[in-house]
């Protein structure tokens, strides 16, 4: 077979690159990432579940009717179940001002202020703490205790949703001459009241006779499950970005072993002669070569080296006989 004049192309091979234990332990790196990442997706996808049912949740009791008799819902001294939570219930008996409460520091509509929690005194002899709504400090810096309208004297209807204890609460403190806490836990508050109250509180949306005006209602705020949706889908693209980024670079560098920087790159002196003869112009054995500096060859001289052809109508002396 003829010379073709073009060295053999290496074949780039990527079981090659993996033959070595730098690019061995890179994959399995590689591999580890995309494996977390999907795990991180996985719990994610939990918690988007979670907060979804969660949403149904409070969507269903809203739309349910009040359930009377809560003495299976809020126990004394226990939870009410997570199936209850939200759940719209009616309550009656007398409200106990001496043991009256107030959560500080807490947020509603964007505003800081405080909830007033009030224990209802049930025919039982037990208590439920009911949060009658929220009031703004009685100072625009926020130090001074909030102005606490009166509770209804005599026998008193509640209409409210049933809130589970809030986790990472403390012990009541005194101040002012009254109880205050940080975050909502019945169960951890038992010790401030002569009577059982049960585990779990009570947000008031009405009641009988009314609720005062000043009292801002508790909003019962929807998770946003959207978000955990979005993190699905980030760790789940990032894992597959992981792998495809490893084979990536594992191509690359079998091609620069192979001598290839680039997937239409050939190796050096692949070039063909035809590509250049295909444009027109001359390879360098078709012309003689040329003193560098542009300087002619003596051939190029012969014509100026020959003699001059003298002029016709010019004569020579012998032309003239006689001429002295």
Not at 131 to 156: E, H, I, N, Q
Not at 168 to 188: A, F, M, Q, W
Not at 215 to 241: E, R
Request: proline residues 11%; hydrophobic residues 40%.
């Amino acid at each position: 077979m003829p010379d073709t004049g073009s060295p053999t192309q290496a074949r780039p091979s990527v079981l090659g690159v993996l033959r070595t234990p730098r690019w061995v332990l890179f994959g399995l790196l590689a591999i580890a990432l995309a494996v977390g990442m999907v795990f991180l997706g996985v719990w994610q996808l939990h918690r988007y579940q979670l907060r979804s049912s969660i949403n149904d949740r409070i969507d269903r009791h809203a739309a349910a009717a009040p359930v009377a008799g809560t003495d299976r819902i809020l126990p004394a001294g226990r939870s009410p179940s997570d199936a209850d939570e939200y759940l719209r219930v009616r309550l009656t008996g007398r409200y106990d001002p001496a043991h009256q409460m107030l959560a500080r520091v807490r947020t509603v509509n964007g505003n800081v202020g405080y909830e007033i929690l009030t224990p209802l005194r049930r025919s039982d002899g037990t208590a439920v703490l009911v949060d009658r709504g929220w009031l703004p400090p009685a100072d625009p810096d926020g130090a001074a205790d909030p102005k606490v309208p009166a509770t209804p004297r005599g026998t008193v209807t509640v209409v409210g949703q049933v809130r589970l204890p809030e986790s990472g609460g403390s012990g009541p403190t005194r101040r002012n001459g009254h109880v205050e806490v940080r975050r909502i836990d019945p169960r951890l508050l038992a010790s401030a009241v002569p009577y059982p109250i049960a585990g779990g509180y009570v947000t008031a949306t009405s009641q009988t006779p009314a609720l005062s005006s000043r009292f801002v209602p508790i909003p019962i705020d929807h998770q946003n499950a959207a978000m955990n949706l979005s993190y699905i889908l980030q760790w789940w693209l990032f894992s597959g970005m992981a792998l495809v980024g490893f084979g990536l670079l594992m191509r690359w560098e079998s091609r620069k072993r192979a001598g290839l920087s680039a997937p239409g790159d050939r190796p050096p002196g692949a070039r063909s002669a035809g590509a250049s003869a295909g444009r027109g112009s001359r390879l360098p054995e078709d012309e003689p070569a040329r003193p560098a500096g542009g300087s002619r060859l003596p051939e190029d001289n012969v014509a100026a080296a020959a003699p001059a052809v003298p002029d016709r109508s010019s004569r020579l002396p012998e032309d003239h006989p006689g001429t002295p």
